[in-house]
């Protein structure tokens, strides 16, 4: 089960450009789901955007699958991963003190990006969202580079 997309809890998917001209049925569901689909983002988290419940999106996400309106896109290993979130933590306990790691789980959460699963884009949004929280601007332009040549360098 782990192989099938359906089957994996943090799934994304892509949209896919249909050549032939085929009349395609789409319900509501189905309408509201294919457009907040973005592969860059997990289903979970354009489920909550759309308000569907977990049975809903699997049963729409398995009609869309079928019509090939849709394919999953593998993610493994695009994730700055546990050394980065160490890395950011230190750099900023350095600019602000103890508070660091409250501050980046706070501001991932508003932010709506899990800390463990960051991509580089993510990452350096995350970074320039941070580096405004660190009040003396030397600190804040050090914090700055050493992040993002970091990000680079994953």
């Known amino acids: 089960m782990d192989d099938h997309p359906l089957g994996q809890h943090h799934s994304y998917y892509r949209k896919i450009t249909r050549i032939d001209s085929n009349e395609i ?3 509501a569901d189905m309408i509201r789901l294919l457009i907040a689909i973005d592969e860059n ?3 979970d988290e354009i489920a909550v ?8 999106v699997q049963t729409t996400l398995g009609k869309l699958l079928e019509l090939k309106l849709i394919e999953p896109v593998k993610k493994a290993g695009s994730y700055l991963g546990g050394d980065f979130v160490q890395s950011l933590t230190n750099h900023l306990a350095h ?12 501001v991932a959460a508003e932010m709506g990006m899990p800390v463990a699963e960051l991509s580089r884009s993510q990452a350096a949004e ?7 929280e660190i009040p003396e601007e030397e600190n804040r332009i050090q914090f700055t580079k050493a992040m993002l040549e970091l990000i680079k360098s994953q």
């Not at 955007?49 to 809903?56: K, N, P, R």
């Not at 600019?95 to 706070?106: C, Q, R, S, T, Y």
């Not at 995350?126 to 405004?132: F, G, H, I, K, Q």
């Open 41 to 43: 983002r997990q289903i």
């Open 25 to 27: 049925c789409l319900d």
């Open 49 to 56: 955007e759309v308000g569907m419940d977990d049975f809903t």
């Open 126 to 132: 995350l970074v320039s969202t941070l580096a405004v």
């Open 95 to 106: 600019a602000v003190g103890p508070m660091a790691e409250i501050l980046i789980d706070d």
